[in-house]
């Protein structure tokens, strides 16, 4: 077994030399973490989920115990829909879910209003753990949150069946519900901004496995290119945007909202990615969350790293190692250390592609 | 008049082109020129439904659409289906299909439910979120000769693999075939998990389905 080297940088000088395009110890490492912080402190998703501490208190040790190159907390896919009404069910300890669309009747629409992230929902527990992580690790690594794209937040305010057949029933509608939850998300952007933080955008209902690349460019594009815009004025750079499932289409789109970095699911090839757009958007991806990090063991999780380095470490505008998606909530978490760990071993700086050939 | 191939014509139309009005009024213009109903859904909507699956495939259609022209044909099947003569000696295929426990993501499955119908399945939909003892005590029930598992979420996918190991420990693994499909799902998992099939969409489903019904009955 290698020698594991010890990181020479914090996370935060780590990513500060990637972005400048300075010299830095290894290839950045950003698995998609998660609710599966929760698992760290034996808090159940539920009570970590309405709890600020908890959050800010699980991230924190997910900070410590994998050096992740990013940290914190978002109001994620459903977080803005919930602000504005949807109904969300909380499992005892599985993944929260919308139950109840708050827009079921068009003619409610109305009663809909942007969201004050300071009083509406959950949003103002993910405030206070951003301030809670920011002050005890955010000297050492970027803290960020993760919201939701338009497209996720309409769908669940909407239901997703539906708002998929409002796209060609109710255009006009769509679209209006489209700038109220654009609207509620910038309000949520610059509270986090305004926290010194930087937001990043989770777009997976825009996946191209439900619709059309024209779809994408006349319902998601230009309302993400608005979130992204906004992030770049407040942050100096574009966000990182994750999509589910096969993005391939879109890409040309995704970079020309404004996306800087492209979270990409394990379903995408990342040397076709590279020769399309790895000189125009950094590429992060894409260990497989389930057949790998969590049912593989360290030997596999190394395997499936080499060959994404071997794929992508030669991206012109960069390359992150990551999961794919969501890590699953009981994955354990020597696999993650594992992943964390194959980029400080086989993403050494300077790469020497030959240590990846057994 | 119209002749009887025009009304099915439009019958057809008005589930490929999402045309919801069109499908419930050629559903009433088939009753009225002694059209058989089962004629009229099987020759007319349901083949606008194929229609619409292979614009599917094309990458013509996507999700919105397929979900438009699905809510045509209901519509269609509204009007038609009371006047349907049932033969009651044919016995259907029956498939039990649902969303795994804990998981509520139902569109995938309500795709292949309806795909399955189409080419003349018996289904019974338990919904979403269901537990995997709900799908064996209704494979023992209606005496099932399939189960459809679906699951987008990647957190939920192992609860697939309760179902299997369920229908083993009732004995009744040999006499069901179990089909898995949605997002996370790949070959690999349902090899792994002893799936008899994993069908990456509502159109492959369908295929799978007769393919392996007819393998089974070969090898009986």
Redesign the interface.
Known sequence: MNAIPKDEMTPKERMAAFAAGKAYDRIPCMPLVGEHACRLIGATVSSYSHSARLMAEAQIKAFQTYRTDSAGIGPGLFGIAEAMGTKLTF?QD??P???EPVLTDWNDFERLAPVDPHKDGRLPLYLEALQIIKDAIGDEVGVGSSVGGPFTAAASIRG??RF??D???NTEMAHRLLKLVTESALRYIDAVCELGLKPSISEPTASG????TK?FREFAQPYLKIYADRIKERCGSGPMLHI??NSSRIWPEMVELGATILSLDNVIDLEEAKNMVGDKACLAGNVK???TL?KGNREQVYAESKECLRKTYDSPKGYILSSG??I??DTPPENIIALMDAARIYGKYPIEPDRWDN | MDSQQEILDRLAEGVRE?DEELAVQASYEALENKIDALTAINQGLVVGMNEAGFLYEQ?EY????L??CS?AMYAGLDVLSPHIQRNTAESKQKVVIGVVE????D?GK?LVKLMLEVADFEIYDLGRDVPAVDFISKVKEVGADIVCLSTL?????DRMADVIELLKKEGLREQVLVMIGG??I?Q??ANRIGADAYSENAIGAVKDAKRLLSEKRVAI
């Open positions: 499992p599985g993944m879910y919308v139950s997703t069946e998929l057949k796209l060609r029933k496995t439900l619709i059309s779809q589910c499932g969350p389930i057949d969590m998606c969501g699953a909530l | 999402m990458e996507f999700v919105p659409e979900l438009l809510d804990g998981d509520t993501h569109i309500n979420m990647s957190t939920t996918m997002g996370p790949s690999a998992f």
